[in-house]
């Protein structure tokens, strides 16, 4: 949490958020049936849909109106420049620019592409793999020249995935699940490129087999716990899936 | 009638030890839930919350005993990490370092924590005797209730955790607890079926499913800070004799006692957590202390009170939350909606609904106390090494673990979208002061409170009268009113010119 004055300073801003959201929900609310009829059943107020969402709206006004006023009776309107005058200034660049500013790109980097990008469109196995291999290799690894490459090599391959993803369905006519290769080869060439970037360094050595075998191995338990215990289909069944469906249900095992 | 109801609780203590299957769940998520605790930026709500996915496909007792399990087990696990690197594993024990830490640093560490463990196990205990005891009260009494007193309870949930867990102004808890109560707008609502705030999009017209956006809320914050910050932990204190002596718990005995009763009324006001718990139990050790001056430099007392009262809130929790469907922490909040996905709707029907449910939860949290002590005193020294374990190691697995978690709740990818930006959201709010459990509380509490008042106000012709012409209805609306008056300048400024006249006129 930030210290007092500069929570005052946010305060401000957030309040002000707060405040329109609440007239934004205001507003909606007013065009749900208040008297009028809806599905045939004629309205009264008490039980218009409207009632209880205004209520909230209208909270939601006057307390961030009121967050507005505790922070401008504390730091002023001298304080709301201020904030201005540091959103343009260089000092706020450099926070942006900070160690800390820049992890937290980096988990938001790869937390989004994980979500909105991968689960849905490739293998979960192959997915999970790539963002722990990902993650071990920028913050478990911890070496601040490092974070930053592999954030572009990383944004770089998302990039390319999506243009595989696009193309998928041209892509299919050639190699089944394009996606899912992609992921694989663009996985083990970002592995070999940090062992060449660590190379020479014994203890990051070893931090980088842990990271590395722990990225393949967690998604396999996980995976494997959830789809064939659990029997929760993932969200993409590809390469990796097709491949364990025809060992876990081969014959053999009787 | 209560010798049928202590036969009844002792014939499913016996029921539930014979099956070898549930005692092993029991020790095993006892276990993880002391892993969870231990673990710097793991909580016990976080292992709730993967908790649930698994157990998902569990019958419903079985999945009680593994998550009851895990929240006890979590909250007595933060003390290892509070006693033996002083940072605490969980927020619940932070008060536990102020002397645990002086404790492992005098070599007495081990003896530290066979006393918590010991007090932990004790505090559970006690509260589930309070479960027991007070639920059929409670919910005798909620029966009376009619849509307005639903509704003003909701509101009074939201608005005193708002005010008691906020860190910073009491009305961005508010907000945050409205935040919670908007979220739980969307959706088509119950009585006329019309589309709220759904933007058109056809997944929004069941509103928003409560387990991803708990599981969003308190574990990405959670992910994002650790792995940003990068905390580096100290090496962890050796353990000796664990085993605590009996004379020095009977000398305890009192300081035990009078925080299990702290944890258990904290824990039964909705939404304050263990953490809260901790230090007002703390607080009250060192006040009513014969030498307050030894706190905080290694005082037994100090993590006797703080660790009994934080085990003890959890019974606590389960009493608003069994009798009247109001979480009464943060932990109890995600298994409410554990318990809403196996089907059980927690309120005072649920005596009616489910009539031994009450003392299935009290017999799993005696249980899960034993078998905390249990683990606590035979796999302590190995609990100790998965502090060894560096952070950003575990942290994207449990970033994974919260994502297929809440895919395979509903099986519906839309839950991953949900649930990150409403992680994201918390991540800010949190940074800024927002406390997350009113959010949380009001996500939970929203339908029931739109449903009552509605239903309320259909029932008087759309009068409010009724508020000020039932008592039960009167008092919730009179401390509503209290509590938004007591955070007022004026009020603050009556009650001190009140102070001056009375001291002067001594």
């Keep these: 949490m930030m210290d007092k004055e500069n929570l005052r300073k946010a305060d401000f801003f957030s309040g002000s958020l707060v405040t329109l959201f609440g007239i934004f929900v205001v507003v909606k609310s007013l065009g749900m049936p208040m008297k009028d009829s809806w599905g045939g059943v004629q309205n009264v107020w008490y039980v218009s849909p409207a009632i209880f969402p205004l209520f909230v709206g209208s909270m939601l006004v006057l307390l961030g109106s009121m967050l507005i006023r505790t922070a401008l009776k504390t730091i002023g309107s001298s304080g709301v420049k201020a904030v201005f005058q540091y959103l343009m200034s260089t000092v706020f660049r450099g926070f942006l620019r900070s160690r800390e500013t820049v992890r937290f790109y980096g988990i938001l980097l790869l937390l989004l592409s994980f979500v909105f990008l991968m689960v849905p469109r490739v293998d979960f196995f192959l997915a999970a793999t790539l963002f722990l291999l990902a993650f071990f290799c920028m913050f478990y690894l911890d070496r601040a020249d490092l974070l930053i490459r592999l954030m572009l090599l990383y944004c770089i391959g998302m990039i390319a995935l999506l243009l595989v993803l696009l193309l998928s369905e041209r892509l299919s006519a050639v190699l089944q699940h394009p996606g899912d290769w992609f992921v694989l080869v663009f996985s083990v060439l970002f592995a070999v490129i940090v062992r060449i970037r660590i190379s020479g360094n014994r203890e990051i050595g070893k931090k980088y087999t842990i990271a590395l075998l722990l990225a393949v191995a967690a998604p396999f338990l996980i995976g494997i716990i959830f789809k064939y215990f659990l029997l929760v289909p993932m969200p993409y069944e590809g390469l990796i899936i097709e491949l364990l469906d025809v060992i876990w249900y081969a014959e053999i095992w009787g | ?506």
């Design chain 2, 1 to 506: 009638m209560l010798l049928d109801r202590i036969y009844a609780f002792f014939e499913i203590v016996a029921s539930l030890t014979a099956d070898p299957v549930t005692l092993g769940i029991l020790f095993g998520s006892v276990f993880l839930g002391i892993m969870f605790g231990a673990m710097p930026g793991l909580t016990s709500t976080l292992g709730i919350a993967l908790l649930t996915a698994l157990t998902y496909s569990m019958d419903t007792p079985m999945a009680m005993v593994c998550l009851l399990a895990i929240y006890v087990g979590g909250t007595y696990g933060g003390s290892y990490s509070s006693i033996l690197i002083n940072i605490p594993g969980t927020a619940a024990a932070a008060a536990t370092a102020m002397d645990g830490y002086p404790l492992a640093m005098k070599g007495e560490g081990g003896r530290a924590i066979g006393l918590t463990t010991t007090s932990s196990a004790i505090g559970t205990a006690i509260s589930m005797l309070f479960v027991v005891a007070i639920s059929p009260i409670i919910s005798s009494f909620a029966l009376q209730f009619t849509s307005f007193e639903f509704f003003l309870l909701a509101f009074f949930g939201i608005l005193i955790s708002g005010t008691l867990t906020s860190p910073d102004l009491v009305v961005k808890g508010w907000i945050s607890g409205f935040l919670g109560l908007f979220l739980a707008c969307v959706g088509r609502d119950q009585l006329q079926f019309y589309p709220r705030f759904t933007f058109g999009i056809p997944e929004l017209d069941g509103g928003i499913e409560v387990v991803p956006v708990l599981i969003g809320a308190f574990g990405i914050p959670q992910i994002i800070e650790v792995l940003k910050t990068q905390i580096q932990i100290a090496k962890a204190k050796k353990l000796q004799k664990i085993m605590p002596e009996i004379g020095t718990v009977i000398r305890n005995f009192p300081v035990i006692i009078r925080s299990a009763f702290i944890g258990v009324g904290i824990g039964s006001v909705p939404g304050i957590g263990e953490d809260i718990a901790g230090w007002v139990s703390y607080g009250t050790a060192k006040n009513t202390s014969k030498h307050p001056e030894t706190f905080g430099k290694g005082e037994y007392q100090g993590v006797i009170a703080s660790e009994t009262a934080n085990n003890a809130c959890v019974g606590g929790a389960m009493i608003p939350l069994l009798n009247l469907g109001i979480p009464g922490s943060p932990p109890a909040a995600m298994l409410l909606g554990a318990l809403m996905l196996h089907g059980v709707t927690p309120g005072p029907m649920i005596t009616f609904e489910h009539p031994t449910f009450i003392m299935e939860v009290a017999a799993i949290l005696l249980l899960s106390s034993m078998a905390m002590w249990v683990v606590g005193m035979l796999l302590a020294k190995q609990v100790v090494k998965v502090l060894r374990i560096p952070t950003p190691l575990f942290m994207p697995i449990i970033g994974v673990l919260c994502i297929i978690g809440s895919y395979s709740l509903g099986l519906n990818i839309f839950n991953l979208y949900l649930m990150l930006p409403v992680g994201i959201i918390c991540y800010f709010l949190i940074s800024m002061g927002y406390p997350i459990a009113p959010l949380v509380i009001g996500v939970i509490l929203g339908p029931m409170a739109d449903e009552n008042i509605r239903r309320a106000l259909m029932v008087s012709q759309g009068s409010f009268m009724p508020i000020f012409q039932r008592p039960v209805s009167l008092i919730l609306f009179l401390i509503i009113v209290f509590t938004v008056l007591s955070q007022t300048p004026w009020y603050k400024r009556g009650l001190a010119k009140v102070k001056n006249t009375l001291f002067r006129s001594n």
